[in-house]
């Protein structure tokens, strides 16, 4: 069993910076794929980054370059530094984890968190 916490949320400028972390709960936290989802309407949850088991990043194009996805194992914690924020980004954004990285890709994780609001004004 994992339990996910996200905090780092908050109200941030265009241009600014926010850093989520995404803490882990449970034993299995460096074996599980994990990735960063946001919402910005209901039913329309899109994926963000995700990063391997072993530390491999990737990001999708609206968020590469501006966002940073990592993990620090010992502390069982993924983070993402978010840079250059765009009114867009405004969004729920939440953290997911699960053994499978396709699972993951596929929104069907089997570990979400709460989430925590990215507000970005103009």
């Known amino acids: 069993q994992v339990q996910l916490v996200e905090s780092g949320g908050g109200l941030a400028q265009t241009g600014g910076s926010l850093r989520l972390s995404c803490a882990a709960s449970?034993?299995?936290?460096?074996?599980?794929?994990m990735a960063w989802y946001r919402q910005k309407a209901v039913n329309q949850r899109e994926l963000v980054a995700y990063?391997?088991?072993?530390?491999?990043?990737n990001y999708v194009d609206s968020v590469k370059g501006r966002f940073t996805i990592s993990r620090d194992n010992a502390k069982n914690t993924m983070y993402l530094q978010l840079n250059s924020l765009k009114p867009e980004d405004t969004a729920a954004y939440y953290c997911?984890?699960?053994?499978?990285?396709?699972?993951?890709?596929?929104?069907?994780?089997?570990?979400w968190g709460r989430g925590t609001q990215v507000t970005v004004s103009s």
């Open positions: 997911s984890a699960d053994p499978s990285l396709l699972r993951i890709l596929s929104g069907q994780g089997v570990y």
């Open positions: 449970g034993s299995i936290f460096k074996t599980v794929a």
């Open positions: 990063i391997s088991s072993d530390g491999v990043p």
